[in-house]
T-cell receptor
Framework: SQKIEQNSEALNIQEGKTATLTCNYT??????LQWYRQDPGRGPVFLLL?????KEKRKERLKVTFDTTLKQSLFHITASQPADSATYLC???????????FGQGTTLQVKP | KAGVTQTPRYLIKTRGQQVTLSCSPI?????VSWYQQTPGQGLQFLFE???????NKGNFPGRFSGRQFSNSRSEMNVSTLELGDSALYLC????????????FGPGTRLTVL
C-alpha cells in the first residue's frame, strides 16, 4: 500500500544546532515533494519544493534533499532558533494532478 | 495581496445537521483544494476545483461535496454530520497549472456534538 511517513516523535534540539527531519514514502513515484510548516491553530505554510530530478534545494537556513532511489527526503534547518519550533509536514503529488498527500508531520522543539 | 480567507473560523453543529464552509482564494488563483485535518489521520485531501470543475477527489463519502463559483470562490458542504467529522477544514489555492506551492487559509474548526 502507499505510505508517506515522517517521524511521529517530537524532535527536541538545542538552539544553534542543525535539525534534520525525515520523510519516507513507499509505492509512490512523485514528480516532486514539498515541505510545509504548520504552527498550532494555523494553516500550513509552504517552505520548499524539490523535483524528482533535483538532488538538493536550499533556501536561507533550509535545505532539502530528495533521493528517489531510497524514496526519502531529508529536511535540514541549520543554526536553528526557538522561532523554528513548529510542526513540519512533507507532501507529495504522485500523479502531478494537484492532489497532495501529506505525512503526519514531525514536531520540532528548539530550546534556547 | 490578501491571503486565502475562510469563513466561518469556528462552527459548532450537532449530529445529523449539515454545514457549508466557504473559501476565498488569493486573487488570480483558479485552483482551490480542500483538506480535512484531524489528530489521528493528519491532513487528508478532500477535493480540488479548477474553473468551476472538480478535477480531483479524495477518499471521502458522498456526504462531502463542494463547488466552485466563477469568481473562484469555493464552498464545501457536509451533510448528515457525524461526530467523526469534527476537524480543522483547510482550503488552499494555487496559481499555476503545474501544481507548485499551495497557499493555505487559516481553516475552519468544526465541532460536531
Amino acid at each position: 500500500s502507499q505510505k508517506i511517513e515522517q517521524n511521529s516523535e517530537a524532535l527536541n534540539i538545542q538552539e544553534g544546532k542543525t535539525a534534520t527531519l525525515t520523510c519516507n514514502y513507499t509505492n509512490y513515484s512523485p514528480a516532486y515533494l514539498q515541505w510545509y510548516r504548520q504552527d498550532p491553530g494555523r494553516g500550513p505554510v509552504f517552505l520548499l519544493l524539490i523535483r524528482e530530478n533535483e538532488k538538493e534545494k536550499r533556501k536561507e537556513r533550509l535545505k532539502v534533499t530528495f533521493d528517489t532511489t531510497l524514496k526519502q527526503s531529508l529536511f535540514h534547518i541549520t543554526a536553528s532558533q526557538p522561532a523554528d519550533s513548529a510542526t513540519y509536514l512533507c507532501a507529495l503529488d504522485s500523479s502531478n494532478t494537484g492532489k497532495l498527500i501529506f505525512g503526519q508531520g514531525t514536531t520540532l522543539q528548539v530550546k534556547p | 495581496k490578501a491571503g486565502v480567507t475562510q469563513t466561518p473560523r469556528y462552527l459548532i453543529k450537532t449530529r445529523g445537521q449539515q454545514v457549508t464552509l466557504s473559501c476565498s482564494p488569493i486573487s488570480g488563483h483558479r485552483s482551490v483544494s480542500w483538506y480535512q485535518q484531524t489528530p489521528g489521520q493528519g491532513l487528508q485531501f478532500l477535493f480540488e476545483y479548477f474553473s468551476e470543475t472538480q478535477r480531483n477527489k479524495g477518499n471521502f463519502p458522498g456526504r462531502f461535496s463542494g463547488r466552485q463559483f466563477s469568481n473562484s470562490r469555493s464552498e464545501m458542504n457536509v451533510s448528515t454530520l457525524e461526530l467523526g467529522d469534527s476537524a480543522l477544514y483547510l482550503c488552499a489555492s494555487t496559481s499555476s497549472l503545474t501544481y507548485n506551492e499551495q497557499f493555505f487559509g487559516p481553516g475552519t474548526r468544526l465541532t460536531v456534538l
